[in-house]
């Protein structure tokens, strides 16, 4: 019986702060660095943790928000640049990349609405990502500006890792022209994309502190998310896992 050990991550003792869950294993294995969404480290995100770590991953989520020294997120995106946003992830790319019971060549990364859009572009920066998986990116149709100098379009086009992306056809905040536009930009990259559309989904609908969550569509997105990322790292799963807290 496979063991799963979930802890909060603190900058004094690991240098960054977040959340962290991983299989118990004797030898290294695959890995999963999560960039949280809008409303940071919440509950969901780190059940979502949870399940990849009973999934075969260690599954690591940086806190943003502490390290760029914010107390809560309402302000943040307005006051930080994506520049800055890349910096503060990678310390917790390099902490993941680190540790003893991961694989550092077989690691993804995972973003889910602003964390989709700032992921695109560290998975652009960073040619060591072995795979990225965006849940609906929020992407929006805008130009250049001295927070977002660069559209995450461009930074799409230079990803040469296989991506699988989420989006629905009522998400008011990447509507479906935009997502047209960043799924042909991807392309540009690699012909190893897979996109999967769900009509009547919003912003946000696999997520369960959103106000648009959906949980039969979230059940759907789950083994399409597990198969992807065991085709491309290939994890073996942690077979009746019992989760504890270290």
């Known amino acids: 019986m496979s063991r799963i050990i979930t802890r909060a991550l603190t900058q004094e003792q690991d240098g960054v702060p977040g959340f962290i869950a ?54 943040v995106q307005k006051q930080t640049t994506d520049g800055r946003f890349v910096e503060v992830i990678g310390q917790g790319w390099r902490y993941l990349c680190g540790r003893d019971d991961v694989d550092e060549k077989r690691v993804a990364v995972m973003g889910l609405c602003m964390g989709g859009r700032i992921g695109i572009h560290f998975v652009a920066a960073t040619p060591r990502v072995a795979a990225f ?60 994309v897979e996109w999967h559309f769900f009509p009547e989904a919003g912003h946000g609908f696999a997520l369960a502190d959103g106000d648009a969550y959906d949980p039969a569509l979230a059940k759907l997105t789950w083994p399409l998310t597990v198969n992807f990322l065991d085709r491309v790292l290939g994890a073996e799963p942690a077979a009746a896992a019992v989760r504890s807290v270290a």
């Open 22 to 75: 991983s299989p118990e294993r004797s030898a290294p294995g695959p890995a999963l660095l999560i960039v949280h969404h809008h409303y940071g480290v919440t509950g969901h995100i780190k059940h979502m943790a949870c399940e990849f770590a009973e999934a075969g991953y260690t599954a690591m989520v940086p806190a943003l928000y502490d390290i760029l020294g914010f107390s809560d997120y309402h302000d």
């Open 133 to 192: 998986l965006g849940y609906y990116p929020s992407v929006r149709e805008e130009g250049p500006s001295k927070l977002r100098p660069r559209h995450p379009n461009e930074a799409a086009r230079e990803i040469h890792c296989p991506s699988l992306t989420f989006f629905g056809g009522h998400d008011r905040v990447a509507p479906v022209p935009v997502q047209e536009k960043l799924r042909a930009c991807f392309l540009e990259g690699t012909p190893d």
